[in-house]
């Protein structure tokens, strides 16, 4: 497997660099999606002005690998998307907005400028593998920390516009799109005992 | 900057291993106003906390906790507190925040606390007017309606039944969004008992709650509450009646396919029915033997069958018979007994003529074994007391067309119907009494 790993060098080792949640996953939780086993192996922690969520790298069974974003509670199985856009989805995401430049040393933002977000696109639709998706949320994100392996570099303090989309039937999209690539993301939500978990961390009165 | 490594599976790579990982603790720190203990149970997701000593609220959306807003006020006491936990629908949940809202007017207020479990997320546990209702989130895009009255979600179909401005008027504890007294939302409840679809909208959002009703002892029960709970009053828009709408339609198909059944049955036993005299007998009975038994010659019941005993009184006018009758059956010595009075007064008043009776009356009884008859009649009459003898005719017909067990059954089935109709109706009226949308139920 190929892993991107050039990241966050110092955290090498010292775990701990991560802001501490009560999340019941971390690296090694295995669960099952539409039959087929995976492990999480890698974690981002996402911030932005009003929280922080955790984007789990998980590997499955069938050789697939995929995301498992948990986030307020919510959980959504998805892979990445890549084949090709049509015209008309291809316009829409290019008209969603750009990030800032990436600014690694740049560790704690607290709030981030929001000036390149079309925040008119909120509301609008688009079609992705052949679903019709609304977007819900557009926002400035910033990596606050990663661990284990990852698909691509997520250093500490990369930035990206993140956009949130759901389907009627709870389908779930995300585009994030940093300065160089957009990345499209599909899957669905799903409610914990959905995914069969095992392996998760233990809590502190739960 | 491209710098594909491959990775291999060694201890350089800085997967934490199982043991490494640390347990997951709720966390504490120093309120920045008071310096009182704030502790944060959603670690991670909770972005407002607001400190149970100062009420001051505190952002801890990062490290740096930064107060938002300081406040000297002692926090509100609530029914279920900060911390309870209780198990609702199955799941353990923690009471981490609360929220008291009003409807615009102030008038209605209602708490909504905020509930945590740390595998499945966040609920929200509504009381409103001694009601319980709790909400899910729901991750679906939802259609907007705008002025719809009927809106479908995963197969269900709700009803628009209010939709109006609320405020967040009180707030404590901890939250995953910013808090703040004051908010406002626009929110659209749709229903379908016992679940409730409210639509949220702020700023830039429309969220899709779905909420169920809860039954308030169950809530008492789970989180322990020791005091009482709020009176309920009213019917809550979501509140599953006795009845549902669809049960009282079932009902009533129910009821008209019975009445169908009954109808049929009359109708084969009117074609089946023998309907046939078996015995006819008069007697002029002169006073001196009044006190005189008249026993009937035997007569055959050919088959089980009903028995209409028709006692008349030919030249009954204003005045009245009394027969004590006793039906002997001559194999088996069984015995039915039983009095029928023959009444019959006419006249005329300022209103007109009138009658009152009449100068026969019958007796039907049902089922008796074949075997041969015999009548026992003791007679008092009127006709008596004035020194005249009577005048008596009695006629027996078997298996005669019973009319009123027919009507008496159809009259049975419609009682439990119009019982849970009724009760139906005046549960919705009451229920669509609070609703934006009255007229739509009652058109």
Same mark, same amino acid.
């Given at each position: ?15 701990? &660099? ?40 998980? &590997? ?39 990030? +800032? +430049? ?13 000036? $390149? ?10 079609? +992705? ?9 557009? $926002? ?19 930035? &990206? ?46 | ?29 120093? *309120?920045?106003? =008071? ?15 607001? *400190?149970?000593? =100062? ?8 490290? #740096? ?196 059944? @009954? ?11 023998? #309907? ?7 007697? #002029? ?9 008249? @026993? ?20 009954? %006018? ?68 004035? #020194? ?9 017909? %078997? ?18 119907? =119009? ?25």
């Amino acid at each position: 497997m190929i892993v991107r790993r050039d990241v966050d060098v110092e955290a090498i080792g010292k775990m701990a &660099t991560l802001p501490e949640d009560m999340s019941p996953l971390m690296i090694g939780s295995q669960g099952v999606y539409q039959g087929i086993r995976f492990h999480l192996i890698g974690r981002m922690k996402i911030g932005w002005k009003d929280g922080t969520w955790n984007e789990w790298y998980m &590997t499955m069974e069938n050789g697939t690998n995929g995301w498992v974003a948990e986030a307020q509670g919510f959980y959504a199985v998805n892979f990445e998307y890549k084949q090709a856009l049509i015209a008309e989805t291809e316009k829409a995401v290019k008209a969603l907005g750009k990030p +800032l +430049l990436i600014d690694t040393s740049d560790n704690t933002p607290m709030y981030l400028p929001e000036s $390149k977000v079309n925040k008119k696109a909120l509301g609008s639709y688009i079609f +992705l593998d052949r679903q019709k998706f609304k977007v819900v949320d557009l $926002k400035e994100t910033v990596c606050r920390g990663s661990e284990g392996e990852l698909p691509y570099a997520a250093p500490t303090g990369r930035r &990206t516009l993140s956009v949130d989309l759901l389907g009627h039937k709870g389908e779930f999209a995300a585009i994030e799109i940093d300065h160089v690539t957009t990345r499209i993301y599909v899957g669905r939500y799903v409610d914990w005992p959905d995914l069969h978990w095992q392996q998760v961390r233990s809590l502190e009165n739960w | 900057m491209a710098d594909f490594t491959l990775i291999p599976k060694d201890d350089d790579n800085p997967v934490p291993q199982p043991h490494m990982i640390k347990k997951g603790n709720p966390k504490s720190f120093s *309120c920045p106003n =008071c310096a009182g203990t704030v502790k944060v149970e959603a670690l991670g997701l909770s972005i407002t906390a607001i *400190c149970q000593f =100062c009420s001051s609220v505190i952002d801890i959306a990062n490290e #740096n906790y930064k107060i938002l807003k300081t406040a000297h006020e002692k926090t509100r006491p609530t029914l279920l507190n900060i911390g309870n936990k209780g198990r609702l629908q199955g799941l353990m949940w923690e009471v981490i925040g609360y929220m008291e809202k009003t409807d615009f007017s102030e008038i209605y207020r209602w708490d909504e606390y905020l509930l945590y479990n740390p595998y499945h997320g966040f609920r929200f546990l509504v009381q409103s007017q001694g009601h319980w209702s709790i909400y899910k989130l729901l991750k679906q895009s939802i259609q907007e309606q705008g002025i719809a009255l009927q809106i479908r979600v995963n197969n269900q179909k709700y009803t628009r039944f209010m939709n109006g401005k609320t405020l967040v008027a009180y707030v404590k504890g901890e939250f995953y969004w910013r808090v703040r007294k004051g908010e406002e939302t626009v929110v659209t409840d749709y229903i379908a008992p016992p679940y409730q679809l409210s639509i949220t909208k702020n700023d830039d959002e429309i969220t899709a709650a779905l909420g169920e009703y809860l039954d308030a002892k169950a809530v008492a029960k789970a989180f322990k509450v020791e005091g009482k709970m709020p009176y309920k009053t009213g019917v809550a828009p979501n509140q599953p009646g006795s009845y549902t709408g669809a049960e009282v339609g079932k009902l009533w198909l129910t009821t008209l396919s019975a009445f169908a059944i @009954a109808t049929l049955i009359q109708f084969a036993y009117l074609f089946s029915a023998d #309907n046939k005299y078996i015995y006819s007998n008069h007697w #002029n009975i002169p006073v001196q033997n009044r006190n005189q038994t008249i @026993a009937t010659e035997p007569f055959e019941l050919p088959k089980r069958s009903n028995m209409l005993i028709t006692g008349s009184s030919a030249d009954l %006018r204003n005045d009245w018979v009394e027969l004590d009758i006793t039906v002997l059956n001559d194999n088996n010595e069984e015995v039915r007994q039983f009095k029928q009075p023959i009444e019959y007064y006419f006249g005329s008043d300022y209103d007109g003529t009138w009658s009152e009776g009449n100068n026969f009356s019958d007796t039907l009884l049902s089922s008796l074994p074949k075997g041969n008859y015999r009548l026992l009649i003791d007679t008092d009459a009127g006709a008596f007391q004035k #020194n005249q003898p009577l005048q008596l005719a009695v006629k027996i017909k %078997r298996d005669v067309i019973n009319w009123s067990n027919y009507g008496f059954t159809l009259l049975l089935l419609l009682i439990y119907p =119009c019982y849970a109709g009724i009760r139906f109706l005046m549960f919705e009226k009451l229920r669509w009494s609070e609703s934006d949308y009255t007229d739509k139920f009652w058109s």
